[in-house]
């Protein structure tokens, strides 16, 4: 009954470092979302997935790329680390458009130096 | 395009205490509104929710009412606990399924 799992809970990275976080869930839902939270900001979108093998914009996407290879898992890459991607992400999913609530990981604090 | 604004926290009530925190929203059409509830280290869980005008939602002693007339959802509660100490997001649902956030109210209940 794991729900929805990210990996790491924590990292530390020198800018230009890539790495990618990984979202796995286990309830068969159709579509995830990886957002990212900052202080006095809320949560803002940075790509989703509709299904397997799909990825699309959210409001933030630059800097970011996603792979949605296998429905269960919904990876999210920084390819050359900026300080300004230093924040908590959280990735969700849910099993159609219609039904909430998404279901949140807990989250993935990453610094970037 | 879609927003929500949310009053600025920090909140801090007394044990007891009556609980409102504002939010308004701007939309094209009537979008199903939301709020989430997230505990220290933890992530986001959804705390209740109204798909509809006049709709109320409710759990765990908050309620919410969708009114569509001042496109608000304000959280309400009429007895704080300690254990409510937390950040509460209001959200919006866009077309495509994703949340629309407001920046989030820091609530701290003091015994």
């Known amino acids: 009954n794991a729900g929805v799992t990210q990996t790491p809970k924590f990292r530390v990275l020198k800018t230009g470092q890539s790495m990618t976080l990984l979202c796995a869930q286990d309830m068969n839902h159709e579509y995830m979302y990886w957002y990212r939270q900052d202080p006095g900001m809320g949560l803002r979108l940075i790509h989703y997935?509709?299904?397997?093998?799909?990825?699309a914009k959210g409001e933030v996407p630059d800097g970011y790329n996603v792979s949605r290879l296998k429905k269960q898992n919904f990876l999210l890459g920084l390819e050359s680390a900026a300080p300004s991607q230093t924040s908590v992400y959280f990735c969700?999913?849910?099993?159609?458009?219609?039904?909430?609530?998404?279901?949140f990981g807990d989250g993935t604090r990453l610094s970037i130096l | 395009g879609n927003s929500v604004t949310q009053m600025e926290g920090p909140v801090t009530l007394s044990e007891e205490a009556f609980l409102t925190i504002n939010c308004t929203y701007t939309?094209?059409?009537?979008?199903?509104l939301f709020w989430y509830v997230q505990y220290p280290g933890e992530g986001l869980q959804l705390l209740l929710k109204a798909t509809k005008a006049d709709d109320k939602g409710s759990n765990k002693g908050f309620e919410a009412t969708y009114r569509k007339e001042t496109t608000s959802f304000h959280l309400e509660k009429g007895s704080v606990q300690v254990s409510d100490s937390a950040v509460y997001f209001c959200a919006l649902m866009r077309s495509q399924g994703n949340l629309i956030f407001g920046k989030g109210t820091k609530l701290s209940v003091k015994p």
């Open positions: 997935s509709v299904g397997e093998g799909t990825t």
């Open positions: 969700a999913s849910s099993y159609s458009r219609e039904q909430q609530p998404q279901h």
């Open positions: 939309a094209t059409g009537y979008p199903s």
